[in-house]
């Protein structure tokens, strides 16, 4: 009652400060006097790996209660470093005991260690109140990418068709990044990149994937594809990259070709040779196989494989014989398998040119006096027939020519004598 009565006696503009006063938080106003948190600089920019200082100082009154320092608004979790708590988690104190500098230090940052941090003044108390906060210190981890990682197709593509390949890498901070593609030395171009958050609840590094399709040829099996990255973080090295090789899902299927040298039908008794081809295959894994499917059954010799200056490879399996009158139509079978495809078959008969006793060969060219005597013979023929033909000719013309001597000729009159008239 007293204490009514004597705030009763306080003038009217001094009792509408003490109700302003009264109404305003306890943790706002420390014997007349507030205290200020100042955090400087507002951004900091550092590579990962080294350390990184965040300044806080403090003005005012020193009011009794801890100094901590947080990442991000979330004053409920583990704090970076507590002065209560000596050194917590990543922070440790510049200065040691000051009661007005709280500036701390992180080493070793990562690229998780992106993000706004705040130095942050608590009264004491059971529950302890923040009583003032600095405005942040906004850090930017610069954080190179990884090595980039290219994949290729699970399995061999034949020429002629498209491939696509795939270039990630992750770990980058900031965000803007450049993936590029080159086939040969030669820019080539390439997808969409994607750029995702590595950390997705804290969101402080990337992860990049880019993808592009290319159409396969018969001469890329020595062809390098390379994946480039561009960041900021590579600035003075010179950008990442990583090589593949298209050979290795590339599949040239073989050129198979069955030859009989010299060609049939060939001399009889003459030496011949039968060659089972595959060229131009790769890779080189490839068998090749070739049989006669005469009464002798006879199988190829193997060749040595040999590389073709494209990166291809070649090989041959020969079989060489005596052309004898029992090899005559003989058949032969080449058979390549190549990279475990299916079985190319190729089959070539042998054609023999046989000769007669009177060294005439059958199925042979007719030689130029053969050609002569069957012109003269030709000749004799005809002359024979056109003679028999002129012959028979006279004659039916000689027989038509008596007859007509014999009839009177027409519109003349003959005598008829009496006898003849009565008979």
């Not at 049989?291 to 190829?300: C, L, V």
Request: hydrophobic share 35%; charged share 20%.
């Amino acid at each position: 009652m007293a204490d009514l009565r004597s705030f009763r006696r306080i003038p009217g503009p001094l009792q509408l400060l003490l109700l302003l006063l009264l109404l305003l938080p306890w943790d706002l106003v420390v014997t007349g006097q507030n205290i200020e948190v100042t955090q400087l600089p507002e951004t900091i920019s550092v590579k990962a790996g080294e350390n990184l200082t965040l300044r806080c100082t403090l003005t005012g009154v020193n009011i009794p209660g801890s100094v901590r320092w947080y990442k991000g608004l979330d004053r409920n979790q583990t704090p970076i470093y507590s002065d209560k708590q000596g050194s917590s988690n990543r922070g440790v104190r510049v200065i040691p005991g000051s009661s007005t500098d709280f500036s701390i230090n992180i080493q070793n940052v990562r690229p998780e260690d992106g993000g706004a941090y705040y130095c942050v003044k608590f009264r004491a108390g059971n529950p302890e109140r923040e009583l003032a906060s600095g405005k942040g210190t906004l850090v930017s981890v610069i954080a190179m990418p990884s090595q980039p990682v290219v994949l290729g197709p699970t399995r061999r593509i034949t020429p002629g068709s498209q491939a696509s390949f795939s270039c990630s890498t992750g770990g980058f901070s900031p965000r803007e990044i450049t993936v590029s593609w080159l086939k040969d030395g030669k820019k080539i171009p390439g997808g969409q990149t994607n750029i995702v958050n590595s950390d997705e609840k804290q969101s402080i590094s990337y992860r990049a994937e880019n993808t592009v399709e290319i159409l396969l040829e018969r001469g890329d099996v020595k062809s390098q594809l390379t994946c480039q990255i561009q960041h900021r973080s590579l600035e003075g090295r010179g950008p990442l990259q990583q090589t593949f090789t298209l050979g290795d899902v590339l599949r040239v299927p073989p050129k198979v070709r069955l030859e009989i040298n010299p060609p049939s039908p060939v001399q009889l008794n003459s030496s011949v040779t039968v060659t089972c081809n595959a060229e131009s295959f790769y890779p080189e894994d490839a068998k090749v196989e070739l049989f006669s499917k005469d009464a002798q059954a006879r199988k190829g010799k193997l060749g040595v494989k040999t590389s073709n200056p494209d990166g291809t490879f070649s090989l041959k399996s020969n079989l060489e014989m005596m052309a004898n009158e029992d090899k005559n139509s003989s058949i032969f079978l080449c058979q390549v398998q190549h990279d475990s495809q299916p079985l190319v078959n190729e089959t070539a008969r042998l054609l023999i040119r046989m000769q007669l006793e009177d060294n005439r060969s059958v199925g042979g060219p007719i030689e130029s006096s053969q050609l002569l005597s069957l012109l003269v013979l030709c000749i004799t023929l005809f002359l024979s027939k056109a003679a028999i033909l002129l012959f028979i000719s006279c004659l039916f013309l000689v027989k038509v020519c008596g007859r007509k001597r014999t009839q009177p000729p027409s519109g003349t009159f003959q005598e008829v004598k009496p006898s003849e008239l009565s008979s």
